[in-house]
């Protein structure tokens, strides 16, 4: 079992930045790709960005290339999502989640997910 906790959402104004962190309770972290969600209200659940378990260049939505920067840290379990020059549209929930040995960013090839956390964009 994988429990995924999150941190450092809120309350940002446009333009703005945020990170969020996301750590696994897991002995075999590098073996996960690790993939940032979100679900914006009345709206699916899109990827915003992933990062593979061996490695290679990240995956991005088209709609945060630029602006989003996903890394992990395989030392300190930890997955991380850099959010600058944020706008009101990037205001959702934000969620990790976990694949072993995965390479797909599809919402539901992910076995475990994070409890979620806001993250709100004023104009």
């Known amino acids: 079992q994988v429990q995924l906790v999150e941190s450092g959402g809120g309350l940002v104004q446009a333009g703005g930045s945020l990170r969020l962190s996301c750590a696994a309770s897991v002995r075999t972290f590098s073996s996960y790709t690790m993939g940032w969600f979100r679900r914006a209200p009345g709206k699916e659940r899109d990827v915003v960005a992933g990062?593979?378990?061996?490695?290679?260049?990240?995956y991005y939505a088209d709609s945060v290339k630029g602006r989003f920067t996903i890394s992990r840290d395989n030392a300190k379990n930890t997955v991380y999502l850099q959010m600058n020059s944020l706008k009101p549209e990037d205001t959702a929930v934000y969620y990790c989640a976990a694949g072993k040995y995965i390479n797909s960013y599809a919402y539901t090839r992910y076995d475990y997910w994070g409890q979620g956390t806001q993250v709100t964009v004023s104009s």
């Open positions: 990062i593979n378990w061996s490695g290679g260049s990240p």
